[in-house]
């Protein structure tokens, strides 16, 4: 079974900030990975799909990048709005996610 | 617009039962898998369950194999998630998911609100 290990788990940031979230796969997943953002109350959002490919209505501040077993989701500039949990997800076999990091307010 | 509304959530008895809906709209709901994933309260997102466009295949999570079983009718554009011997670990926020996807890389694109499972005596 693959496994997914996110880190860190918990990140506090100031809006304006450059926030860098790894997610680490324990076998390789080619770019089968995707990025939800989940905010209390709300339903799961999708970012990025494929590793790198930002879904629909997404803004370009979210970035997503690697491949095999490393990757990274990027906020380029944290608005105030993107204090969330992140995902990641694998869909290689059968879906998997990762435990999260939750990006709070410093 | 796509639309997920999922329903049947409730109180229920540890070794009691309950049957989840998923009612989609907006979308050609016979070519899209389905998939189950709950949030226990506190915790991550886990996922539950897959079912592929026309019924033939069904996957679920080791925690819930035996126990739980999906299924849609493409008739009325509803997946169903059938829980039995619920246990007080299964106590969760449970999702419904439309998957897509982009050559061989598949994600959930769209989701439910959810509905609330609560076991308990």
């Known amino acids: 079974e693959i496994v997914l290990t996110q880190s860190p788990g918990t990140l506090s940031v100031s809006p304006g900030e450059r926030v860098t979230l790894s997610c680490r796969a324990s076998?390789?997943?080619?770019?089968?990975l995707a990025w939800y953002q989940h905010k209390p109350g709300q339903s799961p959002r999708l970012l990025i799909h494929g590793a790198s490919t930002r879904a629909t209505g997404i803004p370009a501040r979210f970035s997503g990048s690697g491949s095999g077993t490393e990757f990274t989701l990027t906020i380029s500039s944290l608005e105030s709005e993107d204090f969330a949990v992140y995902y990641c997800?694998?869909?290689?076999?059968?879906?998997?996610f990762g435990g999260g990091t939750k990006v709070e307010s410093k | 617009d796509v639309q997920l509304v999922e329903s049947g959530g409730g109180l229920v008895q540890p070794g009691g039962s309950l049957r989840l809906s998923c009612a989609a709209s907006g979308f050609a709901f016979n070519q899209h898998w389905i998939h189950w994933v709950r949030q226990v309260p506190g915790k991550g997102l886990e996922w539950v369950s897959r079912?592929?466009?026309?019924?033939?295949?069904?996957v679920y999570a080791d925690s819930v194999k035996g126990r739980f079983t999906i299924s849609r009718d493409n008739a009325k554009n509803t997946a169903y998630l059938q829980m039995n011997n619920l246990r007080v670990e299964d106590m969760a926020l449970y999702y419904c998911?439309?998957?897509?996807?982009?050559?061989?890389?598949?994600?959930?694109?769209?989701w439910g609100q959810g509905t609330r499972v609560t076991v308990s005596s």
């Open positions: 076998q390789s997943i080619n770019s089968n």
């Open positions: 998911g439309r998957e897509e996807c982009s050559g061989i890389n598949c994600f959930i694109d769209h």
């Open positions: 997800q694998q869909n290689l076999n059968w879906p998997l």
């Open positions: 079912i592929d466009s026309d019924a033939s295949s069904a």
